[in-house]
């Protein structure tokens, strides 16, 4: 059992910066991939970009990439998203889920492959 808690959502400006937490827990919670997700109202739950258990491997999606980072403590068991110049289109609850194994992109992308997920931070950029 992997228990996930997000933290660090707000509201923000656009162009600001947020950084948001994912406070992992359970056994072998260092052995998962953790990934971020973002759901907006009347929208699918979108990926965002994973972060793999063994060697620190990080995908992400085209709407991320350049403009939001992922990385993850395994000492603490914590894994952040680093949101930079945030937009309006940005605004959705951001959930962190863990997969396990280690696989690839495509394997990731898939939101039916985590296993568990936290209850989701809200983001809300400003124009």
């Known amino acids: 059992q992997v228990l996930l808690v997000e933290s660090g959502g707000g509201l923000v400006q656009i162009g600001e910066s947020l950084r948001l937490s994912c406070a992992a827990s359970g056994r072998a919670v260092s052995s998962y991939a953790v990934g971020w997700f973002r759901q907006a109202p009347g929208k699918d739950r979108e990926f965002l970009t994973t972060?793999?258990?063994?060697?620190?491997?990080?995908w992400y999606s085209d709407a991320v990439r350049g403009r939001f980072t992922i990385s993850r403590d395994n000492v603490q068991n914590m894994v952040y998203l680093q949101m930079n110049v945030l937009k309006p289109e940005d605004t959705a609850s951001y959930y962190c889920?863990?997969?396990?194994?280690?696989?690839?992109?495509?394997?990731?992308?898939?939101?039916?492959?985590?296993?568990?997920w936290g209850t989701g931070t809200q983001v809300t950029v400003s124009a």
């Open positions: 889920a863990a997969a396990p194994g280690d696989r690839g992109f495509y394997y990731y992308t898939d939101r039916e492959n985590y296993v568990y």
């Open positions: 972060i793999s258990g063994t060697d620190g491997t990080t």
